[in-house]
C-alpha cells in the first residue's frame, strides 16, 4: 500500500473545517541523544519552535497533526524513543524518566526557546520529569488526560490494546482491531492513524511501528510506580494546564485533588466528548486550550 506521510494532512483538514490553503511546511528529522540512540521529530514551519508537542504510549508525533494544522505556529512534535521512527532501546525502557532523559539533549537542539510544552499520556508524565529537572526550559506546561496517579488498572484498557497481535495478516484486520478499541473515533482518521503508526511488511502482513513491551497475559508487568512522580509535580513552578477527557477513565477525581494540592498554579479543563486521546477526539477543543494558556 502506498504511504506518503505528509500526504494526509488534507484528509485532517476537511474532516475537521480547517481552512485548507495547501500542503503545511513539514519536515522529518533527528538527533542523536546518546550512543546509537536518535529521536525523529517532525518540524512544522520554518521559524524556532513555540511548542513541543509529545505524544501518548503506542502513538507516535503525527497524532498531533489536526492540532499543530489548527494552530498553525512552528511547533516540533517528537516521536517518544521506541516508537515511531525513533530509534528502540535495548533495555526496552520507555518511561518517563528515561524519556525525559532523551528530551534533555533532544528538545534543545530543535527547539530552544520553546513558550510551552504539551504532552499526553506517557509524553505527559514524561513532560511532567522533564519540566521537573528543566523547568528554565519550560515556560508553561501542559498535560492531557494524565497524572502521575495512573496505574495498571487505569491503564488497561492501554494495555489491552497493545497486547494484540504483533502481525496482522491484512491492513483491514488491524483496522478493525483499531476500530474496536476507539469507538469514539471516525474510521477515516483511524486509518490515518495506522498508515502513520504501522508498516506493511514484504510479505504483505502489517506490524506496529512502536516497540511493544513485555505483557505476559496482556499486563504491563514492567510498568514502574509513576507514583513517584509526584515528588515532580511538587517541584512544578510554571503554570500548568491539566487538560482532561470527560468520558476518560485515566485520570480520577482524587488525582484532580491530589495534583491540585502539590501544584496549586494548576488549571483544570475537562473536554466533553473526548475520552483519553484529547487530541484525536476533539483536537479543535484542545486546540483553543493550548492557544489560550500557551500562545495567548
Known sequence: MHYDEFGLFHENAEEFGIPWDGPPTVRRTAVTVADDQRVSALVWGTADPELVLLHGGAQNAHTWDTVALALDRPLVAFDLPGHGHSDWREDRRYWPVENAEAFTVAIPQLAPEPRGLVGMSLGGLTAIAYAARNPERVPKLVLVDVTPGVDREKASPIAAFIAGPERFESFDEILQRTIEFNPTRTESSLRRGILHNAKELDDGGWSWRYDRFEMPEGKITSMPDFGALWADVDRLSMPV?????????????????????????????KVEGAGHSIQGDKPLELTALIQDFVLG
Open 241 to 269: 494546564l491539566l487538560a482532561l477527557g470527560a468520558d476518560s477513565w485515566v485520570v480520577d477525581e482524587n488525582d484532580v485533588a491530589a495534583f491540585r494540592e502539590r501544584c496549586p498554579q494548576v488549571v483544570v479543563e
